[in-house]
């Protein structure tokens, strides 16, 4: 896990000279509904629609199902979740595709700034074939003085089992609450596909709400 986590400052430096054949706007948004059930143990529902081609196109739709627990007494979180997607074709046919996955997380405060790590063991596919893929994402965030608004900055990898990375991610943004309970998340994200024949460069605005019960 430390040679991993070493390996973020290199993949920053390697990928800015990426080259990439197909470019693409995309917007994607989310709302997600939280409640705890037990001590420190949460489930979650999310639903979430992503549209490509400049996003005049619908590409994906799904509903994601996690339960969280906090270890006692710690700042870890184990989670285990499962998502149904619709994945969609430019001549709107689509595919299912199911995700099964388990977290684990750690969260890390100094002063002001609260940094995070997130492990993710995902297995996903269909009918014609399943795939496992292991994702680490790091968040850093601030929270300004005498406000509720907390600016961020993340960065994820997406790796296969043959120790080859499928994807990177680099977002900005901002955290908001509207109301009590409901909190808002605007972000600007770069995604980039790796050891691929037809690689692409994601440019994503991307919306969020979380409400909790």
Not at 48 to 67: A, H, M, P, Q, Y
Not at 116 to 132: A, C, E, I, L
Not at 147 to 167: A, Y
């Amino acid at each position: 896990m430390k040679t991993i986590r070493n390996s973020f400052l290199l993949l920053l430096i390697c990928t800015l000279s990426a080259y990439s054949q197909q470019n693409d706007f995309q917007s994607w948004s989310s709302i997600r509904i939280s409640k705890k059930i037990y001590k420190r143990t949460n489930i979650s529902v999310k639903e979430g629609f992503r549209f490509r081609e400049n996003s005049s196109l619908i590409s994906k739709n799904f509903t994601d199902v996690k339960i969280s627990h906090r270890i006692k007494k710690t700042d870890f979180e184990v989670s285990f979740g499962y998502r149904f997607s619709n994945d969609f074709d430019l001549d709107f046919s689509f595919e299912n595709k199911h995700r099964y996955y388990s977290d684990f997380s750690s969260r890390y405060k100094y002063k002001r700034f609260k940094i995070s790590f997130r492990d993710r063991v995902q297995y996903q596919g269909n009918r014609s074939g399943f795939s496992t893929l292991f994702r680490q994402k790091v968040d850093v965030s601030y929270n300004v003085r005498k406000t509720p608004f907390e600016p961020f900055l993340q960065f994820e990898f997406f790796m296969n089992m043959n120790e080859e990375f499928e994807k990177l991610r680099y977002t900005i943004g901002f955290s908001q609450p509207i109301f009590k309970d409901l909190n808002a998340d605007f972000f600007y994200r770069i995604q980039q596909s790796l050891n691929t024949g037809n690689p692409e460069n994601m440019f994503i605005l991307g919306f969020s709400l979380s409400y909790k019960l």
